[in-house]
T-cell receptor
Framework: QQPVQSPQAVILREGEDAVINCSSSKALYSVHWYRQKHGEAPVFLMILLKGGEQKGHDKISASFNEKKQQSSLYLTASQLSYSGTYFC???????????FGSGTQLTVLP | EADIYQTPRYLVIGTGKKITLECSQT?????MYWYQQDPGMELHLIHYSYGVNSTEKGDLSSESTVSRIRTEHFPLTLESARPSHTSQYLC????????????FGPGTRLTVT
């Protein structure tokens, strides 16, 4: 079952913060986050494993709430380079593969 | 920087032609994947492999086939291309297990006329 991402799109000014959510109807083993710029391949951001671990990567961090079966990606003080489509990929353990959400298009304006 | 390559990057071909999309990686990864992605849409897994002589179908039904004769090489073949096959095809690789990041190739944008 495909995870649900929200919002579908967001427009920010440079320096503003954003939160992207990823929810699943299944119990999750791990959540991956990727960013894809227009015309390019997806690039890995981070993996969160079962256990509610929060990870950080520069000004981008994420949390994983196992009970709620959801993950959130936090972008702090957005930079122009953050623009792109963000995908979460979820692994419910039994599938042993990632199922990707429909993406959140993030646009950062100067 | 990921060392995963796809050729061709762009392909325009007529209906009924046989095509092979090439994917190679130099990272020694056992696991490889093929995803199909329409512009601005999500990635759909169509094939994956755990290693040499291992191939599995993904969530999205596809008329394509794959082979894995060498660890580094995972080509995708369409025996008879149709306009419905028009899409972007992304190859990826990773270490075994789902706790490892996937490295994506640059993609092949296929147009079938």
């Amino acid at each position: 079952q495909q995870p649900v991402q929200s919002p579908q799109a967001v427009i920010l000014r440079e320096g503003e913060d954003a939160v992207i959510n990823c929810s699943s109807s299944k119990a999750l083993y791990s959540v991956h986050w990727y960013r894809q710029k227009h015309g390019e391949a997806p690039v890995f951001l981070m993996i969160l494993l079962k256990g509610g671990e929060q990870k950080g990567h520069d000004k981008i961090s994420a949390s994983f709430n196992e009970k709620k079966q959801q993950s959130s990606l936090y972008l702090t003080a957005s930079q122009l380079s953050y623009s792109g489509t963000y995908f979460c990929g979820t692994d419910s353990g039994s599938a042993r593969q990632l199922t990707f959400g429909s993406g959140t298009q993030l646009t950062v304006l100067p | 920087e990921a060392d995963i390559y796809q050729t061709p990057r762009y392909l325009v071909i007529g209906t009924g032609k046989k095509i092979t999309l090439e994917c190679s990686q130099t990272m020694g990864h056992d696991k490889m994947y093929w995803y199909q992605q329409d512009p601005g849409m999500e990635l759909h897994l169509i094939h994956y492999s755990y290693g040499v002589n291992s191939t599995e179908k993904g969530d999205l039904s596809s008329e394509s086939t794959v082979s894995r004769i060498r660890t580094e090489h995972f080509p995708l073949t369409l025996e008879s291309a149709r306009p419905s096959h028009t899409s972007q095809y992304l190859c990826a690789s990773s270490e075994l297990g789902t706790n490892y990041e996937q490295y994506f190739g640059p993609g092949t944008r296929l147009t079938v006329t």
